[in-house]
């Protein structure tokens, strides 16, 4: 893998775009920073002369942003897949010693240098397709040092490919093995010392619980929520995907920026996610794998103008998913999102899904160069093919990086 820094510069002046709306377009890159886009008529003279990128027509969008993954993780679980094809469910599973917990023990098992090995090749399916912006939770290690070596990985993935990553600890995923029976104890561990040791070392940007009947109640998911308040880390919350525990209501009231899966959420929740402005992250790759049959409220979201995200919850359990624009085409075909409301969901409500909406998820001046041209002429081909790779080439953090 070449070093990231030694890609070429996307600096220049790139003509010959189609934007979203399907108007021509064009954008300056000066200092790996987008200086300028709008109409190619009406470029400013000082960036006239810049030298130019031709993109021959191509559409261009904004860097794909996937807001919800959990990439880093030892082994993987087909063997969890087979016996749901012989009929036992997530929950079954999961009582059956397998699930998260068969994670945790691989993730335990592997070293650092086997976590990024294994995590940079999933991450390269997704940056191919021009994700520039991801987000990466730990919560297959539930210990202090097995927790420490996920989001270290999460963060040297970012230097070594040029990518955004914002880390979330997700200590609160599941009972590790050794706390059986001792669900207070665990979560006393996280809010005591694993999440005040983790942000000392500049590990967390965000906390996140998976609050659910084979999880965390809703009172230990609030004493998370306490203590990421007390640290001044943002929360976001694993809500409402099997049944419904009133998490997002909760989320809500601590600002969460995210509710993610929510296909059991209530009117309630979605009232107060509107009122806090939250963000509703869907998983249509999750949904599917699970062969899920309660579709989430998107009618009731969009009539209270709640921002739909749209992610792949890569994870070797429930979406064992590479591809942001399969979820986009998922997120229609499943959920009935229109072709906007998708591309937004891997755009820009990702990005403000994860508190990056001033510099990710959008083409505009003052942002870094984070955009992608397509081998497609029309908006609505984003979501409708799927299993190919229409990329033309990837501006990714001021370089072309991929393309
Ligand atoms: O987002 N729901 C909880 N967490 C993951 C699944 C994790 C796993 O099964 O390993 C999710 O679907
Ligand atoms: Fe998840």
């Not at 300056?28 to 027509?57: C, E, F, S, Y």
């Not at 994700?131 to 270290?152: D, F, N, P």
Request: net charge negative; proline share 5%.
């Amino acid at each position: 893998m070449p070093s990231f820094d030694t890609l070429p510069s996307a600096d220049g002046l790139w003509t010959g775009l189609t934007g979203l709306d399907g108007q021509p377009c064009a954008i300056a890159v000066q200092g790996g920073q987008i200086a300028w886009t709008g109409a190619p008529d009406a470029v400013p003279a000082g960036h006239a002369a810049l030298p130019q990128h031709a993109g021959q027509g191509a559409l261009v969008t904004p860097g794909l942003v996937d807001c919800h993954t959990h990439l880093v993780y030892g082994g993987q679980r087909a063997n969890e897949f087979a016996m749901r094809l012989a009929g036992a469910s997530y929950e079954e599973v999961a009582q059956a010693g397998g699930g998260i917990v068969s994670s945790v023990r691989a993730t335990r098992e592997a070293t650092e240098e086997e976590l990024f090995a294994s995590a940079s090749a999933r991450l390269q399916s997704l940056l191919a397709e021009g994700v520039c912006a991801i987000e990466i939770k730990s919560g297959y290690g539930l210990a202090l040092e097995h927790e420490r070596k996920q989001l270290r990985v999460a963060r040297r993935l970012a230097t070594a490919h040029g990518v955004t990553v914002r880390t979330t600890f997700l200590g609160a995923h599941a009972l590790p093995p050794e706390y059986v029976g001792r669900s207070g104890d665990y979560i006393d561990l996280v809010c005591r010392e694993m999440l005040p040791a983790l942000h000392a070392e500049g590990l967390v940007d965000a906390v996140d619980v998976f609050c659910e009947r084979i999880a965390f109640s809703l009172a230990e998911t609030e004493q998370v929520f306490r203590a990421a308040q007390a640290l001044g880390i943002p929360v976001k919350l694993h809500a409402e995907q099997l049944s419904d525990m009133g998490g997002a209501a909760l989320a809500a009231r601590y600002g969460a920026l995210s509710c993610d899966h929510i296909e059991h959420l209530s009117q309630e929740g979605i009232d107060a996610m509107a009122a806090a402005g939250t963000v509703a992250v869907l998983l249509p790759g999750a949904y599917y794998t699970l062969r899920d049959t309660q579709l989430p409220p998107i009618a009731a979201l969009r009539a209270a103008g709640v921002p739909m995200a749209v992610s792949t919850d890569h994870n070797p359990g429930t979406s064992p998913a590479l591809s942001l624009l399969l979820m986009a085409n998922m997120a229609c075909t499943l959920f009935r999102l229109t072709v906007p409301e998708a591309i937004a969901g891997i755009t820009t409500h990702a990005a403000r899904a994860l508190g990056l909406q001033a510099t990710h998820g959008a083409i505009a001046a003052g942002m870094p160069a984070n955009f992608v041209l397509w081998k497609l002429q029309d908006a609505a081909e984003l979501a409708y093919w799927f299993g190919q790779r229409p990329v033309r080439c990837v501006v990714r953090q001021g370089r072309i990086a991929e393309g």
